[in-house]
């Protein structure tokens, strides 16, 4: 910190000495410097005792100490802000026999129990924003001593933990409890874990502190116990602790709740409750973490709970274990998994490296369910470059059934695919009638998906192709070939029903481009556009 005007403020105080020395004989003691706290002109009086070598050391530190506890005036700290100016001023040797006799003052306040209420305010406060800013100040560095530094510094996270919860929002501070944590650092946010409990009403606040200050392990430790947290608020345990205060609270408001009813919201509590946990975790990570959420999404819970703690695993995976990729992936693959859990599952698998995750992933092409190789494929193609376009229609090429959408989607998909050789210098290869058909109709799809007028002499030729498309695996559900209301029963049909009608729709075949997002086709829209699951 700069402070501004240092001449004017010697001369002034200077003058008031020259005052207070023909007023009062040079005969100022502590209890003037405890009573000019609450005068007037008393501020300047104490910056005047804590600048003149006249004056005992002693009686100096009293004055800095008067002015630091002072009541702000006008809601400003005015006490505080003179202190430190006054300080600037003096010689480093004066400065510091100064300090050596604030410093431990201060610093024994700070270490003090909290008080019971503080209803009418912190009288810690101001103490704790002097001894930051003495701390922090730079221009000049008003603490050069290396013990009185860390005799501040512990003194200030000290009275940061002593009372976290009420002190976070404690009216009247310069600086934040939150911004003082993160100038001091790592080391500040080491004893914040511990602060985590289930009943606590700040947690995400507490999580986003952390995860912006902590180190890797304060961020474990967090882990650990937000999955503790978690598993107490998802326990029954919980509940039980939680009816009687809402049964209160129902009671306060007037409310008459039958068994039932009381039932409802003690769920909606407590998932609303477990939410915000995951939200917390999300910010963190961690092994602990990661495993309770896995666990979690296992257990027959609602759908939309088991989605938000793969949602909260989502940044979370970069050092995944074998064993809890295994578990994500079996969440992918059984059929029991609903949709939207299981396409979570699968984007979790693709946050990790591809080389980790590819083979398990083309494992997938083989389930009974035909949404599951379609969830699988999307993310491989996702995570490809156009160079692996001949490995996955190779994969692609060993299953016997197929929906149209999966075709369509494919297609759009391998449109996307950056790199060299680019697809549409390669597609043609993979649509010639050697290929299987699954593999045939999907590389027609990326005419489907970016095709123009200007392409049709590359897709007519299979117009009277009577090769027949894949079919819809037994029971398969939403599983079909239909396009425009017309069965497909062909490649000749898929081209005719399907593909052309795209490609001469597009309104600016010239600038259609792969990876766009082409005007018209009202088909397209309903049958490769996004997932259904």
Not at 157 to 166: E, M, N, Q, V, Y
Not at 184 to 200: H, I, T, V
Not at 457 to 480: G, H, I, T, W
């Amino acid at each position: 910190m700069k402070w501004g005007s240092e001449a004017k403020a010697c001369a002034w105080t200077v003058g008031l000495v020259f005052a207070l020395s023909a007023t009062t004989g040079c005969s100022t003691d502590h209890k003037d410097v405890t009573r000019w706290a609450q005068t007037e002109h008393g501020p300047r009086k104490l910056a005047a005792v804590l600048q003149h070598d006249k004056y005992e050391n002693d009686l100096r530190v009293a004055a800095a100490m008067s002015l630091i506890t002072m009541k702000p005036r006008k809601g400003k700290s005015i006490g505080i802000d003179l202190m430190l100016s006054t300080l600037a001023t003096l010689s480093p040797q004066v400065r510091a026999r100064v300090l050596d006799g604030l410093v431990p003052a201060l610093a024994e306040i700070l270490r003090a129990p909290p008080p019971e209420s503080i209803a009418q305010g912190d009288p810690s406060v101001q103490p704790k924003d002097a001894a930051f800013e003495l701390l922090t100040h730079e221009d000049p560095v008003l603490v050069e001593n290396v013990a009185s530094r860390e005799t501040l510094k512990a003194a200030l996270i000290g009275w940061a933990l002593a009372d976290f919860w009420r002190r976070i929002d404690s009216p009247g501070q310069k600086v934040s409890l939150e911004q003082m944590i993160k100038q001091l650092g790592p080391e500040a946010a080491r004893g914040l874990p511990k602060l985590l409990k289930p009943d606590s009403d700040k947690l995400d606040r507490l999580a986003a502190l952390i995860a912006e200050v902590g180190d890797a392990p304060t961020k474990e430790s967090t882990s650990t116990q937000l999955a503790a947290v978690a598993a107490d608020v998802a326990s029954k345990a919980w509940l039980e602790r939680k009816t009687p205060e809402l049964n209160e609270a129902n009671k306060t408001s007037g409310l008459v709740v039958n068994p039932d009813a009381l039932q409802k919201q003690l769920l909606q509590y407590q998932e609303e409750t477990l939410f915000r946990v995951f939200g917390s975790i999300k910010r963190i990570g961690g092994a602990a973490s990661v495993d309770f959420l896995l666990a979690f999404a296992q257990e027959a819970r609602a759908e939309k709970q088991r989605a938000t703690a793969l949602a909260a695993l989502q940044g979370n995976l970069a050092s995944a274990t074998p064993k809890q990729l295994g578990l994500i992936l079996a969440l992918a693959q059984d059929d029991a998994t609903p949709d939207l859990v299981r396409d979570l599952a699968l984007r979790c698998v693709s946050e990790l490296p591809r080389a980790q995750v590819i083979e398990p992933l083309y494992g997938l092409f083989s389930n009974k369910n035909w949404k599951v190789r379609w969830a699988a494929a999307e993310h491989i193609l996702k995570m490809s470059e156009a160079k692996h376009l001949p490995d996955f229609m190779a994969h692609l090429g060993k299953i016997e059934d197929m929906a149209i959408t999966e075709a369509l989607r494919y297609g759009t998909l391998i449109s996307e695919l950056k790199g060299e050789p680019s697809p549409a210098s390669t597609i043609d290869e993979f649509a010639k009638s050697t290929e299987r058909p699954v593999v045939r109709v999907t590389a027609l799809g990326y005419y489907y998906a970016v095709g123009s007028a200007k392409d049709l002499a590359k897709v007519e030729r299979y117009s009277a192709d009577l090769e027949p498309v894949p079919s819809c695996a037994e029971n398969a559900q939403d599983c079909e070939w239909k396009c425009a209301a017309k069965a497909v029963a062909t490649v000749g049909d898929y081209i005719e029903f399907c593909v052309k009608p795209e490609m001469i729709g597009r309104k600016s075949p010239d600038t259609a481009q792969a990876g766009s997002d082409p005007e018209g086709g009202s088909a397209k829209a309903s049958q490769a556009e996004g997932n259904p699951r």
